[in-house]
């Protein structure tokens, strides 16, 4: 099973046998920059895709020029250089590799478009908003906690901006990031499990190191998200954290990360679609600061492409009628 991409005549597509290439939507304030580069092989060996919403680096200068500390805002809000083991992923196996170049300082791609703190906002929240994302407005934890669409403040370092975002910047952003991207990801996870009968969502994430819990030698290197078991066939889950043990990684699951809006949209067990969030602990891959990368990231690259190659290869099983999957229910 070898589903080919369609829309050779696209213009976005490049010369048969070359791998596909789509940039969409675009970061306001940096003219002709795309959101999003999508990059997968014209015929796709595993029905795995790897999305990596959080490492954008594109900063318009007017943006940077707001922010109180852009050096450390950047550094904290940017899951440093995680695109950089999601080409080594896909490299390595063949998967499709989704990557945003719109930064999350700008808007949260993990984060629903009405999860808006509106008092960062010019003019607060408009009086005709429609009921749902009112009540979001009032009782939103993220939003309130400063790490909503749109981050407000960081723990420990206090706001972020100087000054209110302009409610047409803010629709702009929508429009052409949160949209453009999740749009774009919903129709390629359809049409990979339309091909395959099954896809796989890897939705790739860096999180700071964590602290070793009480009766444990060492602290989690990966966390494994999958929504308490809500995005995700919960035999993927259970082989992910098998393979990760047995090359000697130590890998929990859900705690303290079980996922976000992405796997809350994407992920659809019963019709075919599991999505799973992948967080890596930057300590492993990035040098002693966590800003450059270091000696291990070639180990953690071929660490998760061969975590990715066996995740995909079930599902690719998932997808068939006589799937090994399927047959242990």
Not at 159 to 168: A, F, P, T
């Amino acid at each position: 099973m070898s589903p080919a991409l369609p829309g050779s005549s696209d213009p976005h597509f490049s010369a048969l046998g070359q791998p596909v290439r789509i940039s969409g939507g675009r970061v306001p304030g940096l003219e002709g920059t795309a959101a999003y580069t999508y990059v997968a092989p014209r015929t796709m060996r595993l029905p795995v895709l790897v999305a990596v919403p959080h490492a954008g680096r594109a900063y318009p200068p007017q943006v940077v020029g707001r922010m109180r500390d852009p050096q450390a805002a950047q550094l904290r809000l940017e899951d440093r250089l995680v695109d950089r083991l999601g080409r080594a992923i896909a490299q390595a196996t063949g998967a499709a590799l989704l990557v945003a170049h719109a930064p999350r300082a700008l808007l949260d791609l993990n984060r629903a478009e009405d999860d808006i703190d509106w008092d960062m906002i010019e003019g607060g929240r408009p009086e005709d908003l429609p009921s749902r994302a009112a009540a979001g407005q009032g009782g939103n934890r993220r939003a309130r906690s400063g790490l909503g669409l749109v981050p407000r403040r960081l723990p420990g370092s206090g706001e972020i901006w100087r000054g209110r975002l302009d409610r047409s910047e803010l629709a702009a952003r929508i429009s052409g990031i949160h949209h453009a991207y999740h749009d774009f990801l919903g129709s390629e996870l359809a049409r990979i499990r339309d091909a395959w009968g099954a896809a796989l969502l890897i939705d790739l994430h860096s999180m700071p190191p964590l602290r070793s819990v009480e009766g444990e030698d060492s602290a989690p290197q990966i966390v494994l998200g999958d929504r308490f078991g809500a995005s995700c066939h919960h035999g993927l889950m259970s082989g992910a954290l098998r393979h990760l043990q047995m090359q000697g990684c130590h890998a929990v699951q859900n705690r303290p990360y079980s996922g976000g809006y992405v796997l809350d949209r994407h992920g659809e067990p019963r019709r075919g679609v599991h999505a799973l969030q992948l967080e890596v602990c930057r300590a492993t891959y990035l040098d002693h600061r966590l800003a450059e990368p270091g000696e291990g990231i070639a180990a953690m690259g071929t660490l998760l492409a061969s975590l990715v190659r066996e995740m995909g290869e079930e599902t690719a099983l998932l997808g068939g009628s006589d799937g090994v999957l399927q047959a242990a229910e």
